[in-house]
């Protein structure tokens, strides 16, 4: 069943040195109690992805285009107001930045009261009693007395939790979480990730994981989504990505990455491959990994390969898929 | 905050690297001039310079008085009429602006220079020089500005000169406290312990390395506080603590315009209007700056 | 919390002793030889010298210095030269008048200030914001005494609705005292709120692009609620500029007193210049002085109690 539909979206960033192109075509679902992991570099877009899903780029001069549904709802034709009953309700956020992402100037009881009074009719008392019972749902010890606390009185990773507890709080189909962990110590990681798995399992939300750390993916996603200067080039099941990765991009981040480390589980962060991430300033018809790809040939800078099935629901942009070391 | 995707390599980009390449002041140029209201301050600003170097060159007389031409409105013999003692308003205006343009560059002169290099050297060494300097400074803050020049007007007794001086010290504080920050926050950057291991001396590193890569905040602060010169001379001017008579200048102008308010209303319209359009001229323009200097302020 | 304050207060009482030796000195550089100043022109040197002993004139310079301010603390500054009443009873008639002006005018500042501020922010980019930003660029350009100027052109000659001067005590007469602050106050308070519109204005664009401002967004919450949010850390900018603009809002008391002619303490300085009484000159500005750190420790601990994480501070962090 499929909670999230998102098609042929498109994100433009109007900056005083000309159009950004962060998001070019992207297209995918998100089925129920589904784990995806939007997977890549810094700047490819997957952030951008994931905010303009509950259509949080504040921004004034962005562009998106394409539709996102959810339940076969489109959710791009909703007005303002419209929307603000969708966010922390049916779709929330939890952010990159746990220490900046909190009002300093309020209390996190206070914080996550917020969203539950704004979409649930609960007094101030029933919500309090909800937001005890949500920061023990995220693992925070003597909830009762840190519903007082300042964000500043908090670890990073207790902040983590806080912001989960937010996300949460009214039970939301889809949940996305920008780099949950990056910010986080690596033992602190661990637990953040559990408390996803425990979500998906006994509540049955849908999560989307921006993540760079393929360690992550291996631990907990069902699916991933590989992006490379504002698209998908690879889409498969978490075991194919590391079994059979296809598009050259996909393997040159596998073989940045020790093949130790994957089996073990262990998180390492992405190293470059060589070359640049092409600037998101042109929209191209080409495959813009061309440059640095050691399997391109002619025919990839004529036309943008798209994505297609190379194997059951596993699907790849690119000429000369495959597994091998050679095409 | 949302990210616009950053474009390929950055790290030639000014934030850590050493001082604003000459492409850098470029981008910085063509901001500035893309916003109308900066490029309109900078006319306000070159208005104001020509008139007051230019002015006093090709105008009447501005002393002379004409007892026969009394308090005579706006007409084509006095564009802006003559006031009390039948002097050219114009003339007064342009002498004024070349009093309000002494006042507000010399005195910012003053405060930079003495701010700056006290503001550097107490950031650079810190320690004990920069307790008691701070606390000198505390002391400085201690005065609200025209209690201070009031009181040093009483001293000194009331002149240009002294009204310039006034300014510049007052200013002096704030001077330092920016480029006290500045020090301090270049002092810790790589470029800097990159010197210091290569065994620069300190007076290079502070004259080669700090200095230029703070001269950014340094031009905007010197836009602030050439109009708040210009309005302080002029307040002071006006308390007749400032520019004596028969010199003229936009605040003593304004004086003796309050006696006449109701004959004639125009001799306080058009010094006020020449101070307001200067200082707007200024502000727009280190509003520009500011923006064009520091992109990210505006997000 | 309890130590900051402690601290803050320390090193306001240091100033404050520093800042004292300053005016100090300074009195005693002002032209003219004080004893001849209170023994007329014409005195002859046997007087001179009689009154140097009973004023303590021939001392070392740093007793003199301590027995002034001994006596200052016990509320003695010394007599007026002109009539030889008390200076402390003259600035306490005087101060009121003037604290009057200046809370009205923060009054009148904070809330144009604030709401403009607020509003160019929230509707950035539309007529509204090119409005207020307008005004705040003008009220900013435009010095206080030229606005005054106007004011009485337009209110007290053009229109006659408000008198130009003539100032009357509050106990005598409310309403006419209210009419004739309401012009002195209004010009004083527009610099102010230029001032702070811009920088609200400012602070608030900042703190709207914070990352709890998306969060609260990502809640659903409506927009108003995401400008609270911004709004309550935008509290402490607002703090700090009325604190750096008391500065400029005692020389705008100074000047307006002149122009609207109110017998307040900026107008005794300015007529104890020229008629040379030092004695009230140095009273005053040793009082100005001691106020205007007062108020800025004050706003020091507004400031630490808006911040709760100065408020709470003695732990984490």
């Known amino acids: 069943m499929r909670v999230l539909d998102v098609s042929h979206l498109r994100v433009e960033f109007g900056t005083e040195d000309g159009r950004i192109f962060a998001v070019k075509d992207v297209s995918f679902t998100l089925g129920r109690g589904e784990i995806l992991a939007l997977v890549g570099e810094s700047g490819c877009g997957k952030s951008t992805v994931a905010m303009s899903i509950p259509r949080l780029l504040g921004d004034s001069n962005v562009t998106i285009g394409g539709s996102v549904r959810l ?17 922390g309700k049916d779709i929330s956020v939890v952010f990159q930045e746990p220490m900046t992402s909190l009002n300093p100037a309020y209390t996190i009881g206070n914080q996550i009261a917020e969203v539950i009074r704004q979409h649930q009719k609960l007094s101030r008392q029933a919500a309090k009693a909800r937001a005890i019972e949500l920061l023990e749902l995220v693992g925070i010890p003597d909830a009762a007395r840190r519903l007082g606390a300042f964000p500043h009185e908090l670890s990073g990773g207790m902040r983590q939790r806080v912001m989960i507890a937010i996300a949460v709080a009214c039970d939301p189909q889809v949940l996305i979480a920008d780099e949950p962990t990056t910010a986080l110590d690596v033992t602190i990681q661990a637990g953040i990730l559990d408390i996803f798995r425990r979500l998906r399992d006994t509540l049955g939300t849908s999560i989307i994981l921006i993540t760079h750390d393929l360690g992550v993916v291996a631990d907990i996603a069902d699916r991933v989504a590989i992006m490379y200067a504002g698209r998908i080039v690879e889409l498969c099941s978490a075991q194919d990505v590391f079994s059979l990765p296809s598009h050259p991009y996909t393997r040159g981040l596998l073989g940045a990455l020790p093949a130790r480390a994957v089996m073990q589980g262990g998180r390492r962060r992405l190293t470059d491959i060589p070359g640049f991430v092409p600037p998101p300033t042109t929209d191209p018809d080409e495959c813009q990994f061309a440059p640095r790809c050691p399997r391109a040939t002619a025919e990839c800078i004529i036309r943008r390969p798209a994505l297609e099935l190379v194997a059951a629901e596993h699907e790849v942009a690119c000429y000369h898929p495959g597994p091998g070391d050679t095409p | 905050m949302t990210s616009v995707p950053k474009t390929t390599n950055l790290s030639t980009f000014g934030a850590t690297g050493s001082r604003k390449s000459q492409a850098q002041w470029r981008r910085v140029m063509r901001r500035f001039l893309k916003r109308p209201l900066a490029v309109i301050g900078l006319v306000l600003v070159v208005a104001f310079i020509l008139v ?25 013999a ?44 107490t950031g650079f060494y810190r320690g004990w020089f920069d307790v008691v300097f701070m606390r000198i400074i505390d002391v400085m803050l201690a005065f609200p500005f025209l209690i201070f020049a009031v009181g040093l007007a009483a001293i000194l007794g009331a002149s240009l000169t002294n009204v310039i001086i006034a300014l510049g010290v007052s200013q002096i504080p704030e001077v330092v406290r920016i480029a006290r920050g500045e020090a301090m926050a270049i002092r810790e950057q790589e470029f800097v312990s990159g010197a210091v291991a290569d065994g620069a001396r300190d007076f290079t590193i502070m004259a080669r390395y700090i200095a230029p890569n703070a001269a950014s905040a340094f031009i905007v602060q010197a836009t602030v506080a050439i109009p708040g010169a210009i309005i302080g001379e002029a307040t002071l001017s006006f308390l007749g603590l400032g520019v004596q008579p028969p010199m003229a200048s ?12 109701a004959q004639a209303p125009y001799l306080a319209l058009f010094p006020g209007i020449a101070i307001a359009l200067t200082t707007l001229g200024f502000n727009l323009l280190g509003d520009g700056l500011r923006d064009a200097l520091d992109p990210k302020e505006k997000r | 919390m309890t130590r900051f304050i402690l601290q803050r207060v ?25 004893a001849q100043v209170l023994a007329g ?35 003695n500054l010394g007599v007026s030269t002109r009539d030889n009443i008390p200076v402390a009873e003259i600035l306490l008639q005087r101060l009121p008048i003037t604290l009057e002006l200046a809370g009205l005018a923060i009054l009148i500042g904070l809330v144009i200030g604030i709401t403009a501020g607020v509003v160019s922010a929230v509707k950035r980019g539309t007529f509204v914001d090119y409005v207020a930003t307008g005004f705040g660029l003008v009220g900013l350009s435009v010095p206080s005494f030229w606005l005054g100027l106007l004011a009485i052109l337009l209110f007290a000659i053009t229109w006659q609705v408000l008198p130009a001067s003539g100032f009357v005590g509050f106990a005598e007469d409310p309403i006419g005292n209210l009419r004739g602050m309401i012009l002195p106050a209004t010009v004083l308070g527009i610099g102010l709120s230029a001032v702070l519109m811009r920088q609200t204005r400012a602070a608030l664009l900042g703190q709207l692009s914070a990352d709890y401002v998306r969060t609260a967004r990502s809640k659903g919450v409506t927009r108003g609620r995401e400008v609270s949010h911004a709004l309550r850390n935008s509290l402490t900018t607002v703090v700090t500029v009325l604190g750096l603009q008391l500065g400029a809002l ?8 002149q122009i609207f002619v109110i017998p307040g303490f900026g107008k005794l300085i300015i007529d ?5 009484n030092y004695p009230i000159l140095q009273g005053a500005v040793l009082v100005a002085v001691t106020g205007y750190v007062l108020v800025n420790l004050l706003v020091d601990v507004a400031y630490a109690y808006l911040n709760p994480r100065m408020r709470l501070s003695g732990g984490s962090e």
Request: hydrophobic share 50%; proline share 5%; net charge negative.
């Open chain 3, 41 to 75: 022109e014409s005195a002859d040197p046997a007087l001179l010298e009689a009154i140097r002993e009973q004023f303590g004139l021939n001392q070392p310079i740093w007793v003199q210095y301590f027995t002034y301010i001994g006596q200052a603390l016990t509320g």
């Open chain 1, 71 to 87: 339940n076969g709802a489109d959710l791009s034709s909703l007005n303002e107001k419209e929307m603000q009953a969708v966010r």
């Open chain 2, 52 to 76: 007051a170097v230019f002015g006093p060159l090709l105008l009447p007389d501005p002393n002379k008085q004409d007892f026969a031409t009394l308090l005579q409105p706006p007409s084509l």
């Open chain 3, 250 to 257: 005692i020389g705008g008391a100074i000047v307006t007193e």
């Open chain 2, 250 to 261: 936009w605040g003593i102008m304004l004086t003796s315009a309050q006696q006449f308010l």
């Open chain 3, 10 to 34: 320390i090193t306001s009482v240091i100033t404050l002793f520093l800042a004292s030796i300053v005016v100090f000195i300074g009195a005693r550089m002002l032209p003219g030889d004080p």
């Open chain 3, 272 to 276: 104890a210049v020229a008629a040379r």
């Open chain 2, 78 to 121: 006095h564009l802006l009429g003559t006031d009390d003692l039948g002097r050219d308003v114009l003339s007064r205006i342009a002498s004024g602006a070349r009093v309000s343009l002494l006042a507000g560059v010399l005195s910012t002169t003053i405060a930079m220079v003495i701010g700056i290099t006290l503001g550097l050297i």
